[in-house]
């Protein structure tokens, strides 16, 4: 079964917009961790933001926040006032303890496009 | 900041000869590290975890004896791709964990292609 699932392959958005990027997930462990990462062309992960399970604010980082909703078990990154850059691949990824094996595993991605 | 050196960024090597990819923390001590492999267009998928001085964890479908992950140190793990075919042409990717926290570094990836 899928534990992080992105279901927008591709998002399509004008500048200066805000995006809001979907990411579900799914565990057992009660302490884990989300994460979102932004992959240019040149393949490098860029990390962006976090947010911890037990955390009872929404994260914020500069024009991304993440957007956590625990019941329906969503960390949706938004980024506000969209600039040409942004354009990239977006992962949402979730690092969970099982077993006493730690894991960091990713959902499908989700291209972003942002149009001048 | 957290760093991870990740060498050769590319590689081509010919078929049935191994390759071996270096993941080093340079200014932090890694207990695990992770790697991953990236079909163009694809997420990244967790290969194997691998734990300074004990046997790599591998996921489920990842040939042990076909991918040999090393972490002989707490800066370094090694990921060596044996008797190499054009399938295994990949990008693959290291991380780096300095605790449980937030910290987790990916190296730049290593572009593979078997000819």
């Known amino acids: 079964a899928q534990k992080i699932t992105q279901t927008q392959p591709g998002m399509f958005v004008q500048e200066k917009e805000a995006v809001t990027l979907d990411c579900t997930y799914d565990t057992s462990d009660p302490s884990y961790g989300l994460f979102w990462y932004k992959q240019p062309s040149s393949g490098e992960m860029i990390f962006l933001i976090y947010q911890g399970s037990y955390d009872q604010q929404n994260a914020t980082e500069g024009r991304y926040s993440l957007n956590f909703q625990k019941a329906r078990k969503s960390a949706n990154l938004v980024i506000s006032a969209s600039q040409l850059g942004d354009s990239a691949m977006y992962f949402c990824a979730m690092r969970e303890t099982l077993q006493g094996a730690q894991k960091l595993v990713f959902g499908q991605g989700t291209r972003l496009t942002i149009n001048p | 900041g957290a760093v991870v050196s990740q060498h050769p960024s590319r590689v081509i090597c010919k078929s049935g000869t191994s390759v071996k990819i270096e993941c080093r923390s340079l200014d932090f001590q890694a207990t695990t590290m992770f790697w991953y492999r990236q079909f163009p267009k694809q997420s990244l998928m967790l290969m194997a975890t691998?734990?300074?001085?004990?046997?790599?964890?591998?996921e489920q479908g990842v040939e042990k004896d076909k991918f040999l992950i090393n972490h002989a140190s707490l800066t370094l793990s090694t990921l060596t791709v044996t008797s190499a075919h054009p399938e295994d042409s990949s990008f693959y990717i290291c991380?780096?964990?300095?605790?449980?926290?937030?910290?987790?570094?990916f190296g730049s990836g290593t572009r593979l292609t078997v000819v």
């Open positions: 991380s780096a964990n300095r605790d449980m926290g937030t910290g987790y570094t």
């Open positions: 691998s734990n300074e001085g004990s046997k790599a964890t591998y």
